[in-house]
């Protein structure tokens, strides 16, 4: 019943910017911290960024810190990742995730959004 929708990819340029959004329904996501992963071709998923849906506590992958920015609304069950600086090896699809806050697997992801940066 959880839905997570992800929107906001495309192409780009490196050292542009751009802003990932997840809609979240089905779930009281309170009680749920939420992340982001991406897979690029051949590579296996990794996870970039997590936030507590309590509270602002985040955490990111090295590839990504200082230039990845994860947010959420929990009014509105809004999920972002705010991109910038890309790179050609950001290029992946991008996924939005929910997971127990107890735990470090996350439960549900969404069907992605494909982010292609282009030199």
């Known amino acids: 019943q959880v839905q997570l929708v992800e929107s906001g990819g495309g192409l780009v340029q490196a050292g542009d910017s751009l802003r990932l959004s997840c809609a979240a329904s089905?779930?009281?996501?309170?009680?749920?911290?939420m992340g982001w992963s991406r897979q690029a071709p051949g590579k296996e998923r990794v996870i970039l960024a997590d936030?507590?849906?309590?509270?602002?506590?985040?955490s990111y992958a090295n590839s990504v810190k200082g230039r990845f920015t994860i947010s959420r609304d929990n009014d509105k069950n809004m999920l972002y990742l705010q991109m910038s600086s890309l790179k050609p090896e950001d290029t992946a699809v991008y996924y939005c995730?929910?997971?127990?806050?107890?735990?470090?697997?996350?439960?549900?992801w969404g069907r992605g959004t494909q982010v292609t940066v282009s030199s």
């Open positions: 089905g779930a009281n996501f309170n009680n749920y911290a």
């Open positions: 995730g929910v997971r127990q806050p107890s735990k470090s697997r996350f439960d549900y």
């Open positions: 936030i507590l849906w309590s509270d602002d506590s985040t």
